[in-house]
């Protein structure tokens, strides 16, 4: 009979509190505090961000224990998020998990948050395959567009990523140019449903391997709708739903060409996405066609965890927990973390 283990996950890399408890590879509870001030300001704002961490942990953590209907002396481990990310942020979820894991004398994991969106492709889902090594897998998000060679739980190798901005930044600077309030990557994604993907042209950046850049195409993004608006006041309102599906067509273009030529390179044909961008719809939409079209075999994780959540830390940990890779007290947060 399999052992069963109970981990408790937190992270807090940028404005989300999360806490989650896995049993094995089971979530129990997923649990995620949002910051809705930041709205306000457009964007995070760091030291709102970690104050506001310091303020849910507790009862984001308590709630995550309750819903899995355990206590604290029955966890196995506690896993938490080391970096990359905001670093106030980081450091409170760090400095929570280790004083826990010394109250209770268990042992301590760090877990690099762009693994655990690779990972998340291991939760126990009704309804989701799991991947087998090695596969491909292409993280993107606010801040980090990534090609990866997945071997092993702690084996990967990036094979490619963004030399400046990460696809993301490309949604929410559009979304801002458009108006949109921040988040506004979602909404450009919804009004994209309803547009001309081809009413209007954006140049793809020429860019050697498997390597991306979108700061060319923000500041095209940018131009041309600063060019349009001058001819005509209410180009964006009269337009919108093209103009964010044209935006939406050049980026998916993008990242399915970067990653047929890795297909073409390492002739893996399993690819798993990761990351908040992996929620759109167009995205997940395009991925799945290759199916069809190449014969790949895709992964499109559950829609919870694509945005940062707990439980795709958790999953790293009760992996690294198997395999005796634990963290002192002396273990140090990372704004910047070594993939």
């Not at 002396?73 to 894991?101: C, E, N, R, W, Y």
Request: glycine content about 8%; proline content about 4%.
């Amino acid at each position: 009979m399999q052992q069963l283990n109970y981990i408790l996950a937190i992270e807090s890399s940028c404005d989300d509190t999360g806490a989650a408890v896995l049993c094995n590879e089971k979530v129990l509870s997923n649990v995620v505090a949002k910051q809705e001030i930041h709205e306000l300001y457009g964007g995070v704002i760091p030291e709102l961000a970690s104050r506001a961490h310091q303020q849910n942990i507790v009862p984001v953590i308590d709630v995550a224990l309750q819903k899995a209907g355990i206590s604290k002396s029955d966890l196995s481990a506690i896993a938490f998020t080391q970096g990359p990310g905001l670093m106030g942020s980081l450091l409170v979820g760090g400095s929570f998990a280790k004083s826990l894991s010394m109250a209770l004398h268990i042992p301590l994991i760090a877990v690099n948050h762009m693994h655990a969106h690779i990972l998340a492709h291991f939760i126990d889902e009704e309804g989701f395959d799991k991947p087998t090594f090695p596969f491909l897998a292409m993280t993107i998000s606010g801040g980090h567009t990534q090609i990866v060679k997945v071997n092993s739980f702690v084996d990967m190798e990036i094979l490619g990523e963004t030399t400046d901005d990460a696809v993301g930044e490309a949604y929410d600077k559009t979304a801002k140019i458009l108006g949109f309030p921040y988040p506004g990557g979602p909404l450009i994604d919804k009004h994209a449903q309803n547009g001309n993907p081809k009413a209007y042209a954006f140049t793809k950046p020429k860019v050697d391997g498997l390597n991306f850049s979108f700061s060319g195409l923000k500041t095209q993004i940018l131009y041309f709708i600063q060019k349009e608006v001058k001819k005509n006041p209410d180009f964006i309102k009269e337009n919108i739903d093209d103009i964010c599906a044209s935006v939406q067509h050049t980026i998916i273009r993008i990242l399915m060409d970067k990653i047929k030529l890795a297909v073409e390179q390492t002739g893996i044909r399993q690819i798993a996405i990761g990351g908040g961008v992996s929620a759109n719809s167009g995205i997940r939409k395009a991925l799945k066609e290759t199916e069809t079209k190449y014969g790949w075999k895709t992964f499109i994780p559950k829609f919870e965890y694509t945005t940062d959540n707990a439980a795709m830390i958790g999953i790293v940990g009760y992996h690294k927990f198997n395999l005796g890779i634990f963290s002192d007290d002396e273990v140090v947060s990372k704004a910047r973390l070594e993939f």
